[in-house]
């Protein structure tokens, strides 16, 4: 049986009955459309949702609302749902020759209930290997049914402990996806490995897992995933790292824990490769190979030894102000005559500004001189809205910078 209990007290309603068919049913993430025979109704009933494990000729019993779809009509949402096997000869017929165990089709399964009647199940669970008895059922088809039926109760197994500690339909599909037989292994262990490899489970929901499930607050892999957590947090306001001090006190304050808890942790998990220490800074990994890989990249490019814009180093700055005075109707401050200067001389320049201070005036001095010197420009910037401003400000095309490299995340 599998059972679950309410994601929701506003969803109360509840039905019954036993699955006539799948109509459809997506294997990545559980989503499934069936039609159920209603106890007490004649007609068929619609039912959606995460029904991940369950199987034609099985017994349900769903919690959930009704819903009315713009296309298919009436249905009912199924939050949570527990499973009985079928009881009736028919039902276990339709049940066994569903396609739920391979090697036994519709005519297997009526051979094998007619030889076991109500006790086919239990035979099939705990003496398999009287399946030999079946004429036409060989001693390596007997193993392959014992397999296929050992991995359909282990499925329901694991989404039976899931549902009973806290965890949704839907995620409890998804941790199944990601762990397979190690679910229940991985979620009684350390919870917080869901954090880092379920889509959709953050620190919060593994937390809240690991309490039901009964690991301490002071555990070391609840610290260690409050710290990465706090990481997280930081840079979703920007910054690549953190020093040790605001990572430790606002982690401790995130898990309610003393500081010297979250300390003690540091140095295992810089061992472990689970975060990087440089100088005093605490990194993820992957903020401290972009930042490491970023001033390569910089430091690579101030030392090339060619220069495209080399010409610009000998010429007479004087000169070519002049120039911009006379051609354009730009007229730039000393502070904005050294920006430019530097953006036409230096190999890797930087130029930042809030709004108002002159960026594109700059910008578009810069793109004058080029042009005076027969140079060809492309224009860039990281979003659309940016490169709108920047075609806006120059008078010239401006893409995003996937665009313009002809970027496509998926080749």
Same mark, same amino acid.
């Not at 490491?292 to 010429?315: C, K, P, Y």
């Given at each position: 049986?599998?059972?679950?209990?309410?994601?929701?007290?506003?969803?109360?309603?509840?039905?019954?009955?036993?699955?006539?068919?799948?109509?459809?049913?997506?294997?990545?993430?559980?989503?499934?459309?069936?039609?159920?025979?209603?106890?007490?109704?004649?007609?068929?009933?619609?039912?959606?949702?995460?029904?991940?494990?369950?199987?034609?000729?099985?017994?349900?019993?769903?919690?959930?609302?009704?819903?009315?779809?713009?296309?298919?009509?009436?249905?009912?949402?199924?939050?949570?749902?527990?499973?009985?096997?079928?009881?009736?000869?028919?039902?276990?017929?339709?049940?066994?020759?569903?396609?739920?165990?391979?090697?036994?089709?519709?005519?297997? @399964?009526?051979? /094998?209930?007619?030889?076991?009647?109500?006790?086919?199940?239990?035979?099939?669970? !705990?003496?398999?290997?009287?399946?030999?008895?079946?004429?036409?059922?060989?001693?390596?088809?007997?193993?392959?049914?014992?397999?296929?039926?050992?991995?359909?109760?282990?499925?329901?197994?694991?989404?039976?402990?899931?549902?009973?500690?806290?965890?949704?339909?839907?995620? @409890?599909?998804?941790?199944?996806?990601?762990?397979?037989?190690?679910?229940?292994?991985?979620?009684?262990?350390?919870?917080?490995?869901?954090?880092?490899?379920?889509?959709?489970?953050?620190?919060?929901?593994?937390?809240?897992?690991?309490?039901?499930?009964?690991?301490?607050?002071?555990?070391?892999?609840?610290?260690?995933?409050?710290?990465?957590?706090?990481?997280?947090?930081?840079?979703?306001?920007?910054?690549?790292?953190?020093?040790?001090?605001?990572?430790?006190?606002?982690?401790?304050?995130?898990?309610?824990?003393?500081?010297?808890?979250?300390?003690?942790?540091?140095?295992?998990?810089? !061992?472990?490769?689970? /975060?990087?220490?440089?100088?005093?800074?605490?990194?993820?990994?992957?903020?401290? @190979?972009?930042?490491?890989?970023?001033?390569?990249?910089?430091?690579?490019?101030?030392?090339?030894?060619?220069?495209?814009? @080399?010409?610009?180093?000998?010429?007479?700055?004087?000169?070519?102000?002049?120039?911009?005075?006379?051609?354009?109707? /730009?007229?730039?401050?000393?502070?904005?005559?050294?920006?430019?200067?530097?953006?036409?001389?230096?190999?890797?320049?930087?130029?930042?500004?809030?709004?108002?201070?002159?960026?594109?005036?700059?910008?578009?001095?810069?793109?004058?001189?080029?042009?005076?010197?027969?140079?060809?420009?492309?224009?860039?910037?990281?979003?659309?809205?940016?490169?709108?401003?920047?075609?806006?400000?120059?008078?010239?095309?401006?893409?995003?910078?996937?665009?313009?490299?002809?970027?496509?995340?998926?080749?």
């Amino acid at each position: 049986m599998i059972e679950g209990q309410p994601t929701s007290p506003q969803i109360q309603d509840q039905l019954a009955g036993t699955l006539e068919r799948i109509v459809f049913q997506n294997e990545d993430n559980g989503y499934t459309v069936a039609r159920l025979h209603a106890s007490g109704k004649n007609p068929e009933v619609t039912i959606v949702g995460n029904l991940m494990g369950i199987n034609v000729g099985e017994r349900l019993n769903l919690i959930g609302k009704w819903t009315a779809h713009p296309q298919y009509g009436k249905q009912f949402e199924v939050a949570t749902f527990t499973v009985q096997y079928p009881a009736t000869l028919e039902g276990i017929r339709k049940y066994l020759g569903s396609g739920l165990i391979r090697g036994i089709g519709p005519a297997t @399964a009526t051979r /094998i209930v007619d030889r076991f009647g109500k006790d086919t199940l239990e035979v099939i669970d !705990q003496s398999p290997e009287r399946l030999i008895e079946i004429p036409g059922i060989a001693q390596k088809k007997v193993a392959r049914i014992a397999e296929a039926w050992q991995e359909q109760r282990q499925v329901k197994e694991i989404m039976v402990f899931l549902q009973s500690n806290g965890v949704s339909t839907g995620l @409890a599909v998804r941790i199944y996806r990601v762990y397979g037989q190690e679910s229940v292994h991985v979620v009684q262990t350390n919870p917080y490995r869901l954090a880092q490899d379920v889509n959709g489970i953050g620190f919060k929901t593994a937390d809240k897992i690991a309490r039901q499930v009964g690991i301490a607050a002071d555990h070391p892999a609840r610290i260690q995933a409050g710290l990465v957590y706090t990481l997280n947090q930081m840079s979703n306001d920007g910054h690549c790292f953190s020093p040790e001090g605001p990572l430790v006190k606002q982690a401790s304050e995130i898990l309610e824990m003393p500081e010297a808890l979250c300390m003690a942790q540091l140095e295992p998990m810089t !061992q472990q490769a689970m /975060i990087v220490k440089d100088s005093d800074r605490y990194y993820l990994p992957p903020f401290y @190979a972009a930042e490491s890989g970023v001033a390569r990249r910089l430091m690579r490019m101030v030392n090339a030894e060619r220069d495209r814009l @080399a010409v610009f180093r000998r010429m007479d700055w004087v000169a070519l102000e002049a120039i911009l005075d006379r051609q354009t109707s /730009i007229r730039l401050t000393d502070q904005q005559k050294i920006a430019v200067k530097m953006a036409l001389t230096e190999k890797v320049s930087i130029l930042t500004g809030g709004p108002g201070t002159g960026k594109s005036t700059i910008t578009a001095s810069i793109i004058h001189l080029l042009q005076t010197r027969n140079g060809s420009v492309l224009l860039c910037a990281p979003t659309g809205r940016a490169a709108k401003k920047l075609s806006e400000a120059t008078g010239l095309e401006a893409k995003t910078i996937h665009r313009l490299l002809e970027y496509k995340p998926s080749s």
